[in-house]
Each structure stands twice: as structure tokens, then as C-alpha cells.
């Protein structure tokens, strides 16, 4: 990628081609700009330079060079997010991991996948079908890095069995802002032992939900899991957001489901429909889908036996539940996975203008109904789809609600309509007590803004600590 001229002409640029050979480091405006956008509202922002490194040496040197110029370092793999996470605030050194892809060990026996940073969710589910393993995939294309998306509290098809995928995470290996190599976890004390954070002080979390300001994770194990070979799926539809939160309260207090999630009518049409289009009359509002694996046939007749029973009780309380069957692409999209059916962010936002993005949160479910009635009104008077899905997690009675919002990119005003409408509900899950996940800067000063000043001040002071030059990824904190 660099050119002759310009290593003469640019010594940072120079060093960098240094560390990394000819090619693998550019000034080039093309290809800056190729990594200055993403789905999202962000505005895009120009690195300086794009550098793809091979290496966990070349990542140190990298790291060190940036400290002694006083240079920005944002850590990218796919760059599939769609919260402005890897659109550089200050420029700088776009640091492109993709190359360093290896599968390092699948451990059949502790159940622990070791991966590089460029490993995609394709690649790693490839692999551990080899040996009739799986792992929690999200609703994301396959071509999405399973690190960042672990490290980043990532969710996913099992979350609801497993928990989060960063609550998979056993050990991991990183470089820090100031270019020092740590390991944490088991493989910190014996080399070959990736097996646990615990019981070790959890300094996992250090990295975790950072958004890659406090270094860049080079090696990570996860759990893995043996697949059962029956599947079976349950799905129910219904009138109001309120019968399907109870109902999904209902089903998730039996822990059976690997994944139990309802969408609105809005997100169920694939691409979501913008603007905004009323729902038909005779449709019900929500759909839901209760994946369930079982060993044998009579655990999944126990299963549906449950299932069953939490239908009849919904009903003879006068919900709105019915039984339904789901459409045939529908169940592929979320059991053939990585899914490639209904998984691409591009596939939800075909009918605008190639933008998309979202208020994704943790919200406690007793607060789902309330929160997502007051987004419907918002986004409709916005002439924005509510297309919103709500999962719980580990933890039963917590999970995910997040409304997929595309729009036209192409225009500004559009895209900065669909801004103040997230920003909007932003507000009001936080004031109910939801947490933004792989959130933009927007939603970080809104955070911030509500946050205890004890917890804003550990935050200054452990990324001070890490970061002293305040390098990786500057301002995605909102600090």
C-alpha cells in the first residue's frame, strides 16, 4: 500500500513501512477513505494512515512509534459494527488486524478455542463443525471478527444457555497502549493453560467494553460447545408488547432455550421497511422464536411439554399468545449459522440508503413494554420503522432490546432525522435504567452524563493509567 514518495516524504510513514514491509502501510487517500465510514449516523473521519500488521511484535512496535509521536491507534478487524467504533475522532493510525487470522488450537477436550483477532465467526464455525462443536454467533454477518465482538459484550444464538459472549471469554493476550505484552487469565501463569479467568483477579475486564481504548487483544480463548443434534423451534405470535414480555418471562424461568427472542412486525420484514409503513391490521405486532437442542427425543418432548404449558397458562390469562409457524428462511437465518439469510446489517437496510444503526442495550424485561411503547411513538413520529427485538440472557429475567434503524445516508437530513430519534430513545432506556452496548460517542456522553462521579473517575484513571498518552482509539469514552 505505500508508495515510494511517500516514504521519503512522510517519515512517520516510513517508520511504519519499516515495521511492517512495503505494502502493509499507506497514506494513500483511496483507501483512507475506504476505513473512515461505516453504516452508522457517525460522520466519517479520516485516518492518517491504514497499516495492516501480521505480527503481535509488529503491533509493539507499532504501538511504541505511536506513543513517541503522540499518535492516534485505532484497532479495526472487520469494521462491520454499526456504532462508529473504529471511525477514527483524531485521525491517525488505522491499525487493520484482518491479517492475523490464524485459529491457533481448538481444545476438544476443555472445550477452548485459541484465536487471533482477524478469525471471522465463518471461519471459526467452519472449523469447530469439524469436530461438532459450536459457539454463541451473533445476528451479524459471518465475515465479523469473533474477538472484537467478544470483547466488545457481544451477543449471540446460545446467549440465553452460555450468557454474553465476553462471559465465554478464559484467557486472553494483549498488547498495551504503551506497546508492554500482558496475558491474563490461566495462560498468564502456564503458557499452554487458556482455560479460565478465574480465580485469578478478573483483569479480562480491563479490556472488555472498552471499545479498544485500553489495548488490542492479540490472542483470546473462548468456550466452546458440543452441538446437540436435535433442534426443534417454538414460535408464537401476539397483539401487544406486554403478552409477549409475558410470555417470555413465562418461558425463560425453565432456562430450556438456547435462544428466546420476539421482533416486532417491523424488524420481521426483511429489509426493514423505510420510511416508516403502517402494520397491517390483521398482523400481529410481535413474532417470537424459542430455540431449543436437545440430545435425545424425549428431552425435546420434555421441552415442548414446557413449552406447551407456558402457552396454555398465557392464554387462560387472556393474553394474545398463538401458536404460529415461522417461515421456513426465517428459522434458517437463525439456525444455520453464521447466518447469511437474515444476519447481514446490509439485508435490513436495502429499502433506504445503505445507513443503519441502533439503540442496542442491556434493559432489565420488566422494563421492555414501558421503554419500547415509548420508542414506537418516537420513531413513528420520525417516520421511522420500530423495529425492535427483545432476547433475554443469563441472568433469566434481563436481556437485549434493542430497534434496528435504517435510513438514507445518502442525505443528510435523513440521516441526522434517524440521530435525534436514537438519541431520543437513548434517553429514555437510560432513564430506565438500560445500558448502551458498543455504543457510539453520542450515546457515551449520554451515559456520562448520568453516570456516578466514583465510576468516572476510575475510568480516568485506569485508561490514564494504560493509555498515558492517550493513543488507542481517543475519545470513543466520551472523556
Known sequence: MGTATAKKTDPVLAALVDIVGEG???????????????????????PDYVVMASTVEQIQEILKLANREKIPVVPYTAGTNIGGLTIPERGGILLDLKRMNKIIEIDTQDLVAIIEPGVSHAQLAAELAKHNLRFGWPVGPPSASV????????????????????????????????????????????????????????????????????????????????????????????????????????????????????????????????PYRPKPDDAPEWNSYATTYSWTDKEREAREEIWQKVVEEEQARGSSVKVTHYPEEALRGRTQLPSQVVGSTKNYCKMAGAGISWPGTFTPAKKWAPVYTRWKKILIEHNLSPAVRMSMYRGVHYGMLRAMIPFNKQSKEETENARRAIIECLKIDLDEGGIPYKPPVDFAREINARAHPGYLMLLKRVKAMLDPNDIMNPGKLGI
Not at 26 to 44: C, M
Request: glycine letters at 6%.
Open 24 to 46: 502493509n502501510a499507506t497514506d494513500a487517500l483511496h483507501i483512507r477513505y475506504a476505513y473512515s465510514y461505516d453504516l452508522s449516523f457517525v460522520e466519517p473521519k479520516l
Open 147 to 274: 474477538s472484537s465482538c467478544a470483547i466488545s459484550h457481544g451477543i449471540g444464538g446460545m446467549n440465553a444457555r452460555y450468557g454474553l459472549q465476553s462471559q465465554e471469554i478464559t484467557s486472553m493476550e494483549v498488547v498495551l497502549p504503551t506497546g508492554e505484552l500482558v496475558r491474563v487469565g490461566s495462560c498468564a501463569i502456564q503458557p499452554k493453560a487458556w482455560h479460565s479467568t478465574l480465580p485469578l483477579p478478573k483483569l479480562d475486564g480491563l479490556f472488555k467494553g472498552w471499545l479498544g481504548t485500553t489495548g488490542i487483544v492479540t490472542k483470546l480463548a473462548v468456550n466452546v460447545h458440543p452441538a446437540p443434534p436435535i433442534l426443534k423451534i417454538f414460535t408464537v405470535s401476539c397483539d401487544t408488547v406486554e403478552d409477549m414480555v409475558s410470555y417470555m418471562f413465562n418461558l425463560s424461568n425453565y432456562e430450556i432455550c438456547d435462544d428466546l427472542t420476539a421482533v416486532s412486525w417491523w424488524l420481521s420484514q426483511v429489509p426493514i421497511p423505510y
